[in-house]
């Protein structure tokens, strides 16, 4: 079936360093994959998303690119700031079914 | 627009007892999905309604159901209650199915089961 596999966190940077998550899926076809982002207390927001392959999703400073080759969404940003602190999910859709997330990874920005 | 709205944001119940937990979608927005987000094991899928059927279901007991209102309301019901069934349980709502726009989360529902 559909899954994805994310880094295991937590992480912790200071302000201004390179963020990079990694996520890899597995699903037959070419799924729509996405990254989701839940602040503290909130739901989840759709960060960005690629529908096929070489696709570059971005949104707020943060990229990923849909390889298909590795199979893979890597979330990317250049330099992170403190507000950037959050739990961030990778997530995959393949035809009418439900997305399928992964665990999520916590992320921390200290000053 | 009014964005996903879930109700209660809160709920305590005791072990045994049946929680209800609402969701009202975007307008427009036919499909309504419910996940569960237990501590530690991210969103796990539990339902998926559309155009008032139920379309999908995650592997989750049947006590947990729930249906879809003609205005695309929904409503999870987890009857029997067990303490592992404490989490946040979200809502989220799309255009329609298969369009790959993702879905609108809203807040959700913390259930803690005493």
């Known amino acids: 079936g559909n899954s994805v596999t994310q880094m295991e966190g937590p992480v912790t940077l200071s302000e201004e360093a390179f963020l990079t998550i990694n996520c890899t899926y597995t699903?037959?076809?070419?799924?729509?994959l996405f990254w989701y982002v839940q602040y503290p207390g909130e739901g989840l927001q759709l960060l960005l998303k690629?529908?096929?392959?070489?696709d570059k999703g971005s949104n707020k400073g943060f990229e990923a690119t849909y390889r298909k080759e590795t199979t893979s969404f890597h979330l990317e940003k250049g330099s992170v700031q403190v507000s950037d602190s959050a739990v961030y999910f990778c997530?995959?859709?393949?035809?009418?079914?439900?997305?399928?997330f992964g665990k999520g990874t916590r992320l921390s920005v200290i000053a | 627009e009014a964005g996903v709205t879930q109700s209660p944001t809160h709920l305590i119940k005791t072990r045994g007892q049946q929680a209800t937990l609402r969701c009202s979608p975007i307008?427009?927005?036919?499909?309504v999905y419910w996940y569960q987000q237990a501590l530690g094991l991210g969103l796990q899928f539990l339902l998926w309604?559309?155009?008032?059927?139920?379309?999908n279901r995650g592997n989750f007991p049947p006590r947990f159901s729930g249906r879809q209102f003609p205005n695309y309301s929904s409503e999870l019901n987890v009857n029997a209650l067990e303490l592992e069934d404490s989490a946040l349980y979200l809502c989220?709502?799309?255009?329609?199915?298969?369009?790959?726009?993702?879905?609108?989360f809203g807040s959700g529902t913390r259930l803690t089961v005493v």
């Open positions: 989220a709502s799309s255009l329609a199915p298969g369009l790959n726009y993702g879905y609108t």
């Open positions: 699903a037959t076809g070419y799924p729509s």
């Open positions: 690629a529908t096929k392959a070489d």
């Open positions: 997530a995959l859709s393949r035809g009418n079914t439900p997305l399928v």
């Open positions: 307008s427009g927005h036919t499909s």
């Open positions: 309604y559309d155009e008032g059927e139920e379309r």
